[in-house]
């Protein structure tokens, strides 16, 4: 008895951190997107008109898809990335030290500010900026390449930059607790790098790479900043809606906006945990 | 009174003792001699926009009457929501017109008494009668003199004409236009159409802050002959859709090359020369220029679109506080303020008390559009302009006099964003 009270004791700030933190504000939000608005105020109500003119707007749609796409692009290079470098790492650094000291040079990047990573590509993609500039010296091109900057590859190449290591650390968790006897056991079975790859260190870094992939698309789900900054305005993705909303009093639209986001980016975990089960896994 | 001249005694407490004590006093009715002591220790905490919360003014303003001023700067959309979600965060709201036609009916601020006013006769036209000049127009959109007054001390209905009841005192405002760089564009530009032509593919930019840069879109439209509004400051439904189809059909084409938000974007764009034609604001035009690069805020025939800012009361403000906010307000309108504003490029709001703090070429330069005879510095002290340096645009009657149309918020704004929405998403 002692030690099932001690167990609801030890669990219990968390739960109620989560109450307070996460519970309350969402029960809020869905709350609130059900309340009637006018230019200024919020009116509590229950209507469905918020839902309805996102649903009913084939913008609603169109951003959605789009967000969804950037998210897969995302995902896929940060996966392809995440993996190679987890991969070295794990496996062709062999002192501890080396391994410790190339994962931090990793995450160089991160000792700066996200915003500030993000807007240094700018002077770098532009029209005038140091790649057009360079390979116009170089004589690879005679036009400055405007596709560089504020565009849908000025976006992934930003999320690409910012949450490649999202990646590189669960994979490479995953990856460093293979028992090295599998592999080699594998080998003297006569089985090629190749198929080392496929059918051992794939399998076993499974759930490193789905803690990973949660996160990524996770994060560029609900991004807003990156989009707009990146595409100079030109984009738009499901956050940067809610914040045009938001900066107009429209809370109730945002709000819905958020509830459905919410069940959308759920729905993808989901999904996701079916394909792995990460408990069973680590 | 004795209470309120005690030193060091907490602030709250104090205004709860000189509220009680300034209504057996009849102080109320407001001559600020009698509160010149009290008023020495009065905190007011003012936000806004950043354009006119200048720390140099709250400086001046401790010197001058010892009040302390607590400025935050925010961005436009946080200001809205601010002062109307949280109104006593604030005891003067540093807002623009458009948004006290959106903030003050939420019951959140309070209309002054223009007899306490000193200078209320000096205010320039534009804000009370709404003609520049007696033959003037009043122009399209959220025009100041439409929310100029409230009809009693605690209306929050906008009056038609003036009344006793002023919703704002005026600090800045401003006529804008396209920004332009006169070395990459390779023609004259003189219209708002032109920023359209498609010669300047990729290269030319709109801000991207629904409420104003629809606003630009009309004068656009409107000087491509796409549309005639009835008044682009509250477009129709109609209006607005084919508003937003030109700019969609434009951004498919690839005329843009991005939408800004922020002053900094818009300087770095020009700077750049990653456009070369944009919506600009003024300052923004100076920055680029103080970076040597040529930029011209450029006059265009169809007139520009006028934006204007003022200082409103909030509606909890009494007693001490309210004295000392109308002390400020008075000191504002008495002429340092002006001749500071106007020394950036903005307007003041009485024109002739600015002007006896200004030197007789700075005036010639920045109001009445005469050649500069030496440099003209900011104030700051850099210097701007050389000698023979024109104004963009001439005299503030020939700008003020050629304003189109004031920002706006529309009665249909719910169904432009999400046109906005649309436009961006496409």
Known sequence: MTNRWSGLLLASPLALILALFLIVPIGTIVVVSFFDYDSVRMFPAFVWTNYEELFLSPITWKTYFQTLQFAAITWAICLIVGFTVAYFLAFHIASPLMQTALFLVCTIPFWTSNVIRMISWIPFLGRNGLLNQALMGMGAINEPLEFLLFSNFAVILAYVHLYALFMVVPIFNSMVRIDRALIEAARDAGATEWQVLRNVVIPLARPGIMIGSILVVAVVMGDFVTVRLMSGGQSASVGLMMVNAMSLLQYPAAAANAVVLLIVVLLMIAAMLRIVDIRKEL | MVETTKKGIARRKLLAAAAGGAIGSGAVTGFPTIWAQNIRNVVLRQFGTGVSNQNAIAEKCKEDLGI??????????????????????????????????????????????????????????????????????????????????????????????????????????????????????????????????????????????????????????????????????????????????????????????????????????????????????????????????????????????????????????????????YEYINWYLSGWVGAYLNRQGYYSAVLETAREHMTADEWGFWMEGKPAQGDIKNPQGQVMERAGAVRDGGSFYDRMGAVACWNAVMDEDRYMVQKWNQFIAS
Request: aromatic share 8%.
């Open chain 2, 68 to 325: 302390t001023l607590q400025m935050t700067a925010l961005d436009s959309d946080a200001v809205v929501q601010r002062s109307v979600t949280q109104p006593n965060s604030y005891d003067i709201a540093d807002i623009e017109y458009w948004m006290v036609k959106k903030v003050f009916p939420a019951n959140v601020l309070q209309p002054m008494d223009t007899s306490k006013i000193r200078l209320f006769d000096k205010i320039v036209p534009i804000f009370t009668t709404g003609k520049l000049t007696p033959t003037s127009t009043i122009a399209q959109g959220t025009a100041p003199s439409t929310v100029g007054f409230v009809e009693g001390p605690t209306s929050t209905r906008f009056a038609s004409s003036p009344t006793q009841w002023f919703t704002m005192i005026p600090t800045i405002y401003n006529a804008d236009t396209l920004g332009i760089r006169p070395d990459l564009v390779g023609r004259p530009i003189k219209n708002w159409k032109d920023i359209m032509d498609p010669a300047f593919r990729g290269k030319t930019a709109i801000l991207n802050i629904p409420s104003i840069g629809i606003m630009d879109a009309a004068m656009i439209c409107e000087s491509a002959g796409v549309i005639r509004y009835g008044d682009k400051g509250n477009m129709t439904r109609a209006e607005i859709d084919k508003t937003i189809d030109y700019l969609i059909a434009a951004k498919r084409a690839g005329q843009f090359r991005a939408f800004w938000k922020t002053f900094d974007e818009s300087v770095n764009l020009m700077a750049s020369g990653e456009v070369v034609i944009q919506s600009m604001w003024s300052p923004a035009v100076t920055a680029v220029r103080s970076r040597g690069i040529a930029c011209t805020y450029q006059p265009l025939e169809e007139g520009y679109r006028a934006w204007g800012g003022g200082l409103a009361l909030a509606k909890h403000l009494r007693g001490i506080q309210l004295d000392a906010a």
